[in-house]
């Protein structure tokens, strides 16, 4: 993290983890930590380790997440959450 530059909020460090938890659930992902000075720890199926700043980790994120979301919509996944 740059000094001076303030770190995320808790509100979306928990909506950073409660995204990553759900591509973990999805199968997106394998498995993510949180790593050492505000770093994340993501770690996809093939084995490889990426090692992210919290906003590096929220972008990722957010771009998984989107193409999660259109391979859905686009019928080309079926999502294993309930209720669709």
């Given at each position: 993290?740059?000094?001076?530059?303030?770190?995320?909020?808790?509100?979306?460090?928990?909506?950073l983890?409660?995204?990553?938890?759900?591509?973990?659930?999805?199968?997106?992902?394998?498995?993510?930590s949180?790593?050492?000075?505000?770093?994340?720890?993501?770690?996809?199926?093939?084995?490889?380790?990426?090692?992210?700043?919290e906003?590096?980790?929220?972008?990722?994120a957010?771009?998984?997440?989107?193409?999660?979301l259109?391979?859905?919509?686009?019928?080309r996944?079926?999502?294993?959450?309930?209720?669709?």
């Open positions: 993290m740059n000094v001076g530059t303030p770190a995320m909020p808790s509100t979306a460090r928990d909506d983890a409660a995204m990553l938890d759900v591509l973990v659930y999805e199968n997106v992902l394998l498995l993510w949180h790593g050492p000075h505000d770093t994340y720890v993501l770690v996809s199926h093939d084995g490889d380790t990426m090692n992210l700043t906003d590096q980790a929220g972008m990722w957010l771009g998984a997440f989107a193409v999660f259109a391979f859905v919509d686009q019928g996944i079926t999502p294993r959450m309930p209720g669709r």
